[in-house]
């Protein structure tokens, strides 16, 4: 669901590479609130630009892990 934030047609191409788009990404905060826009990544998986907004800071080109050494999320009914 969008909750009315429109997105564009198009993405900005990637610079980097010139390769790829990049695409927005978004996350959820401490308290459970949407952030979105929290990242932009390049789509060509061999670039791996990224911008990462983190506390009111800009990171470039952090390391990208792909998840599969992620802990599986169970959830739990009360």
């Not at 695409?23 to 609130?33: E, I, R, T, Y």
């Not at 470039?60 to 892990?65: R, Y």
């Amino acid at each position: 669901m969008n909750e009315g934030l429109p997105l564009p047609l198009t993405f900005p191409r990637c610079r980097k590479c010139d390769g790829g788009d990049l695409v927005p990404l978004s996350d959820f905060g401490n308290q459970g609130a949407a952030i979105h826009y929290k990242a932009w990544v390049c789509t060509n998986p061999g670039c791996g630009f990224n911008l990462k907004i983190r506390n009111g800071d800009v990171y470039l080109n952090e390391p990208i892990n792909n998840g599969t050494m992620a802990a599986l999320r169970t959830r739990y009914s009360v």
